[in-house]
């Protein structure tokens, strides 16, 4: 599977954004997807993710309330929608593939190129 994200940028706090990840690989809709980020300086930390089918999803305390992941898997992509942004988002957003949902970096096998998301206060 490879993966690309894309729909980073900048934004003043208490905006949106939208990021989206490119799949290829027809065993795509067979992967647990989440996201994750990457502040200068910093862990790549869990975000959210979504089971294959999109029946579970789970997030970081953080981003609960204010960040969705959902997935289209006829389209092969994931999506994240983020509302409410805080300058504390502000990070590299990563999309990644795994057997199953995990909020465990180390189980993600197929992982994209970054976006940049950045929030100003």
């Known amino acids: 599977v490879q993966l690309q994200a894309s729909g980073g940028g900048l934004v003043q706090a208490g905006g949106s954004l939208r990021l989206s990840c490119t799949a290829s690989g027809r065993t795509f809709s067979t992967y647990g997807m989440g996201w994750f980020r990457q502040a200068p300086g910093g862990e790549r930390d869990f975000v959210a993710a979504i089971s294959w089918n999109g029946d579970s999803t789970f997030y970081q305390d953080s981003v609960k309330g204010r960040f969705t992941i959902s997935r289209d898997n006829a389209k092969n992509m994931v999506y994240l929608q983020m509302n409410k942004l805080k300058p504390e988002d502000t990070a590299v957003y990563y999309c990644?593939?795994?057997?199953?949902?995990?909020?465990?970096?180390?189980?993600?096998?197929?992982w994209g190129q970054g976006t940049q998301v950045t929030v100003s206060s």
């Open positions: 990644a593939a795994s057997d199953l949902p995990t909020r465990q970096r180390e189980y993600y096998k197929y």
